[in-house]
């Protein structure tokens, strides 16, 4: 989702809060008197609009029970190529596959992860002339396992607009969680700005 010129995600009440730092980051108490479900409208909206705090709450029964919110994060670029681009990596082209692999800071800079291998594939152009990617992503970190996958504009990316994609969570204390990784582009495509909220 980092590769070539910028690539993408939404901008977002939700993502600004959980990056300067209004929400806490960490684990709050399971709740088990009500599912922290997300509801089928956030998930839809993945790769379109990101939910915004109030959307995000409301699911939760107005509360943070239940999930875990991970921010801020930092992406750094380790390694990664790009084939079937143009000769202006700043313009996307439909076919054009990136892989990419990504280490994981934590806000006191200290390695929490990385993500190795992850892919991009241009598929698509609509009629405003955005470039569209289908993303996937596997972040392993010191405490369990993320899997992120989902669509979303590469064009706001490129743009410094933050994205949002479903993720899930796949071990460790993430394990059964569900919910979206957030990122924004600051550096294309040495830096990302990150962060995820899962929820039982």
């Known amino acids: 989702m980092r590769l070539t ?8 009440t939700l993502a600004v809060a959980l990056l300067a730092g209004s929400l806490t980051t960490g ?13 089928a409208e956030l998930k839809a909206s993945a790769g379109k609009h990101a939910p915004s705090v109030e959307a995000l709450v409301k699911s939760l029964g107005g509360s943070k029970r239940g ?8 992406e750094r670029f380790i390694e990664g190529h790009v084939t079937g681009a ?44 955005h470039f569209w990617v289908h993303g996937v992503e596997d972040f392993k970190l010191n405490d369990g396992s993320i899997h992120a996958e989902g669509n979303y504009d590469l064009t706001a990316t490129l743009e410094h607009e933050w994205q949002v994609v479903p993720a899930y969570g796949t071990s460790g204390r993430y394990k059964g969680l569900r919910g979206y990784e957030f990122f924004y582009d600051v550096t294309n495509p040495t830096l990302f700005k990150l962060a995820f909220i899962l929820c039982r």
């Open 67 to 74: 999930c875990v919110v991970l921010a801020p994060l930092t």
């Open 27 to 39: 684990t709050a108490a399971a709740d088990t008197s009500a599912s922290a479900e997300l509801p």
């Open 5 to 12: 010129a910028k690539t993408p995600r939404i901008l977002t």
């Open 86 to 129: 143009g000769p202006d990596p700043t313009k996307p082209r439909i076919g054009q596959h990136g892989v990419y692999s990504m280490r994981i800071y934590n806000a006191a800079g200290e390695v929490i992860g990385e993500q190795r291998n992850g892919t991009t594939d241009v598929y698509k152009q609509t009629r405003d002339g």
